[in-house]
């Protein structure tokens, strides 16, 4: 693999697991807030991004590229309510759509069709990604976060599967 992709990759799989633990941190909010619901999309949003990592992790394996795990940072903890988290959400994952279209940049210009496949499920994925942080915080931004109503949408959130 072409050395700035594989160097990209790489931080990749470290900005995927950094994901994972931001929202893992959300979770963490959500649950001392007794707002199970949203903790528990939370949750398994961090296991999707953990999923994330492991598909970046799993490509440079099948095609031979040198794997380096990274040092992740510690998330933040500073959250002040339920929409200012989703607030931050959307922030994180328009960050993240930026990476993956680096990361397409960078597969285009190596010539490099198999990345460039791979990271088509991305480009996608990160559509679903903004397109929910959107909605619940659209959801959030309509109720002003009123007490009945924030029930109904934790209890809402409560049904996502993994
Ligand atoms: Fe892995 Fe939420 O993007």
Same mark, same amino acid.
């Given at each position: 693999?072409?050395?700035? *992709?594989?160097?990209?990759?790489?931080?990749?799989?470290?900005? !995927?697991?950094?994901?994972?633990?931001?929202?893992? =941190?959300?979770?963490?909010?959500?649950?001392?807030?007794?707002?199970?619901?949203?903790?528990?999309?939370?949750?398994?949003?961090?296991?999707?991004?953990?999923?994330?990592?492991?598909?970046?992790?799993?490509?440079? &394996?099948?095609?031979?590229?040198?794997?380096? *795990?990274?040092?992740?940072?510690?998330?933040?903890? /500073?959250?002040? =309510?339920?929409? /200012?988290?989703?607030?931050?959400?959307?922030?994180?994952?328009?960050? &993240?759509?930026?990476?993956?279209?680096?990361?397409?940049?960078?597969?285009?210009?190596?010539?490099?069709?198999?990345?460039?496949?791979?990271?088509?499920?991305?480009?996608?994925?990160?559509?679903?990604? !903004?397109?929910?942080?959107?909605?619940?915080?659209?959801?959030?931004?309509?109720?002003?976060?009123?007490?009945?109503?924030?029930?109904?949408?934790?209890?809402?959130?409560?049904?996502?599967?993994?």
């Amino acid at each position: 693999m072409e050395k700035n *992709l594989q160097k990209a990759m790489n931080e990749q799989i470290r900005n !995927e697991l950094y994901s994972a633990y931001l929202y893992l =941190s959300m979770s963490v909010f959500f649950e001392e807030k007794n707002l199970p619901g949203m903790a528990k999309w939370m949750r398994i949003q961090a296991k999707e991004e953990v999923g994330h990592a492991m598909r970046f992790f799993d490509f440079m &394996v099948d095609v031979g590229a040198k794997i380096e *795990l990274l040092e992740i940072d510690k998330p933040p903890a /500073d959250f002040t =309510s339920a929409t /200012d988290i989703f607030e931050k959400t959307l922030e994180h994952e328009k960050k &993240v759509t930026a990476m993956i279209n680096k990361l397409v940049d960078l597969a285009q210009k190596a010539n490099d069709n198999p990345a460039m496949v791979m990271l088509q499920w991305f480009v996608n994925e990160q559509v679903e990604e !903004e397109k929910n942080a959107t909605l619940i915080l659209e959801t959030l931004k309509m109720v002003k976060e009123q007490p009945s109503a924030t029930v109904m949408l934790d209890r809402e959130l409560g049904k996502r599967e993994e």
